[in-house]
């Protein structure tokens, strides 16, 4: 695990420092070079397998041939046998060195028989070549930049800033997207001439240009057949594999456990897997309705781990600054339950395992349910719901609670008035800026360049899209081409990498998710149970109590604080708001936003939230405030 960067042109030597050590969070423990006539090549390194020659960039036999790779390739150790069968000569016991020896094999199709998460550059200096790529599912980062005549890559936006060959600027049709689907999609990131390099794609650069390809989809029209009860014992015997493969390790491993399904299934396959006790890290809230350490105790006591958990006292807003800065854009609040829970990991081991990719894979969100439930409600005429229920449900009295009836009711009512992708598509982003809303909030100005982009078409592409055919699997599938590696992954990664530990999702694995792909829908949303399938691996080895527990998920009660304790701070943060003097925002809207909420109308707290990071943001990136700094801005404010 580490951070990576590179640059080509002039002043390559000199800007690959500052680009490097930048990332040192990513890789506290050393750092490595490479340059020659043509590019310059950095690593930060986070040392878990061959602690003591592991060291990057890694050459192949002749040199001709440089990597720098963040990640863990987990069937390395069989592709090394395989190689060395072939005459490969190996210098290190680390395992991303068998990217170099597949690269002499099969060029750029080297990436096809790696399993694992990565991030990879490789240097081709007879070709004059450089080749870079991301897994699969993308939980590993990589950014790039062309600019006169230089070209620049880093694991985060920050690397690539840090080498002058650009300067900040913000990408204004990033940020009208981003408001409605709380993450880049695509290629974008928050800053304007730096690109996202896509998950499952590589990319090439060679002669001055730039060409790309992806090399990895999921299909989910082949379909196993067969009893239920057989294909449980297949997805049973592809985790416990998968599982110990991810344990690959010459440091301690860990593990993430919220109470839930996902990782308490991860951590058993651990438990029954592994000679020594497993560390488990755990938060809670003082709040009974949002507490999961109970059920996490459960499991620990039942596989007898080591118990590592802590009572959250939620300091939300003083954490933004940092969780901005380690993010690269706007947070977002299921990002502050990762951030904590690695702080407390990381004062014990260097690598964890997750649960991340249970919901995406298995059908674990209620919104897959709620599609359903939608259809039925259909059965009403739509002027009646149009007119009588929208009536009845703008008078039900907002709790400002999670998921409160208020929203549920305006939730099915509005949904009722679209269908099939455009439905999904309204329901990921209801919560947040409707197309409707963005014309309130864009000054005019703005407005006239990208009215006509229309944020759900990034939904509709996935959704619309010939790899799925049933509801549910069209539903899967544009989730895991979407918010799993724009967002879901991208918190993970950042809010882990912010305390230098290595997280790894078992789940996420792209057999795992290619097998996921095969089960029938039916086995994985049956009726209104969730993650049927996975349940019923879950049940061999969790508790009753868990495998029936309802998904909670760890959260913060924002539309109570924005409308009491905060509510002076976001008054005093808006009345000076950075994207208003620019000409990006209207004053009014937000206002009326801010007003609604606090009078109880209506909870805009999502909405208020994007704003919020949003100011933060552009005053850590564009006006050279620090994370201290702004943690003592917040607090004056606050």
Known sequence: MCGIAGITGPDRVTAIVPMTEVLTHRGPDDSGFYHDDHIALGQRRLSIIDLST??????????????????????????????????????????????????????????????GMFAIALWDSVNRKLFLARDHLGQKPLFYCERNGSFAFASEVKGILASGIVDPGIDTQALWHYLSLRYMPDNYS??????????????????GKVSSRRYWNVDFNIKLSGREEDIAEQLHALLKETVASHLLSDVRVGTFLSGGI????????????????????????????????PYAKLVSDKFNMETY????????????????????????PFGFGVYLVAQLAAEHVKVVLSGDGGDENFAG????????????????????????????????????????????????????????????????????????????????AVQKQFSEYRSSEKILEYFNADNASDVVDKMLYTDLMTRMPDHLLT?????????????????????????????????????????????????????????????????????VWFRADLKAFLRSLFRQSRFVELG???????DTLLDEHIDGKVDHNYRIWILLNLEIWYRLYFEGETVDSMRDFTGQLA
Not at 197 to 206: E, G, N
Not at 319 to 332: G, L, N
């Open 54 to 115: 592991g060291k990057q960039p890694i050459s192949n036999e002749d040199g001709t041939l440089q990597l720098v790779c963040n990640g863990e390739i987990y069937n390395s150790p069989q592709l090394r046998k395989t190689l060395i069968a072939k005459g490969h000569q190996f210098k290190t016991a680390t395992d991303v060195e068998v990217i170099l020896h597949l690269y002499e094999e099969h060029g750029e199709n080297c990436v096809g028989f790696l399993q």
């Open 190 to 207: 928050m800053f304007a001439g730096i690109q996202k390099l896509p998950a499952a794609t590589s990319l090439v650069f060679a002669g």
């Open 262 to 293: 996902d990782s308490g299934t991860i951590a058993s396959l651990m438990a029954i897997q592994s000679p020594e006790r497993i560390p488990r890290f755990s938060i809670g809230t003082r709040e009974k309705q949002f507490n999961e350490l």
């Open 309 to 332: 958990e802590k009572i959250v006292e939620p300091d939300l807003i003083h954490s933004i600054p940092s969780m901005i800065y380690h993010m690269d854009e706007p947070s977002d």
């Open 365 to 444: 969100y209620d919104r897959y349910v709620g599609q359903r439930l939608v259809d039925y409600y259909c059965v009403l005429p739509k002027w009646f719901r149009q007119g009588f229920i929208k009536k009845l449900t703008d008078r039900i009295p907002e709790t400002f609670g999670y998921k409160s009836l208020a929203q549920k009711a305006a939730w099915v009512n509005e949904m009722s008035l679209f269908s099939g992708g455009e439905r999904y598509a309204q329901s990921l982003g209801v919560l947040r800026f409707t197309h409707q809303a963005k014309q309130q909030l864009f000054t005019d």
């Open 491 to 559: 918190i993970g990664d950042r809010m882990t990498m912010a305390h230098s530990l290595e997280s790894r999702a078992p789940l996420i694995d792209h057999k795992v998710v290619e097998f996921a792909a095969s089960i029938p829908a039916n086995m994985k949303l049956r009726g209104n149970q969730t993650k049927h399938m996975l349940r019923k691996v879950a049940s061999r080895y969790l508790p009753d109590q868990v495998v029936k527990l309802e998904k909670q998920g760890f959260r913060f009660p924002l539309g």
């Open 584 to 590: 990006i925002f209207e004053q009014s809207y937000i």
